[in-house]
């Protein structure tokens, strides 16, 4: 199973930073188990929402050529908690990307606070030498990141199928 932790991107440019969104709400079954009678969307879920947001501005920015894996958290530090009915933010920058890794820096923001400060490192896998370490074609960058791009309004050729 495929977890999508972003709805939309609202904001992108390309090779330089992003704005995905998420809302969160009690249909989701991971809110029930973290804190049973305290609904909070979960920090490491937090992350691999930031994590998806910078992966996609990281892929996108190399044409999706190789496979973009998160390799590293730098920085990690929430200050609020996230409940049901809240609509999070998802900021994401590159600081810089070379051939071989990309590193980043984001926020998450509900209204007008800081809910955390997220820095995360990635490597690439070029596509070729994966092999049968890594034999999905394309297991990062799945279709179902093709339709949350396309959705959202930005080009992603030849990622997925055309939908």
């Known amino acids: 199973m495929r977890w999508i932790w972003i709805d939309k991107f609202i904001e992108f440019n390309s ?3 992003a704005v995905a969104i ?3 709400t009690m249909a989701e079954d991971h809110l029930h188990d973290n804190f049973p009678g305290f609904p909070i969307m979960p920090e490491c879920l937090m992350i691999e929402a930031m994590a998806q947001t910078a992966g996609i501005l990281v892929g996108q920015a190399r044409n999706f050529k190789e496979k973009v894996i998160l390799a590293k958290i730098n920085k990690a530090v929430f200050f609020h908690y996230v409940r049901p009915g809240d609509t999070i933010k998802i900021h994401a920058s590159i600081v810089s990307i070379a051939p071989e890794a990309a ?3 984001g926020k998450i923001t509900c209204g007008d606070e800081t809910i955390g400060e997220i820095d995360l490192m ?3 896998i070029d ?3 994966a092999g049968k ?3 999905q074609e394309n297991f990062v960058f799945t279709d179902l990141f093709a339709v949350v791009l396309r959705a959202s309004g930005i080009d992603a050729p030849g990622l997925g199928a055309a939908q």
């Open 15 to 17: 090779g330089q930073n």
């Open 22 to 24: 998420k809302n969160v």
């Open 103 to 105: 590193s980043t820096s």
């Open 122 to 124: 990635f490597s690439h």
């Open 127 to 129: 596509q070729n030498l």
């Open 133 to 135: 370490q890594f034999p």
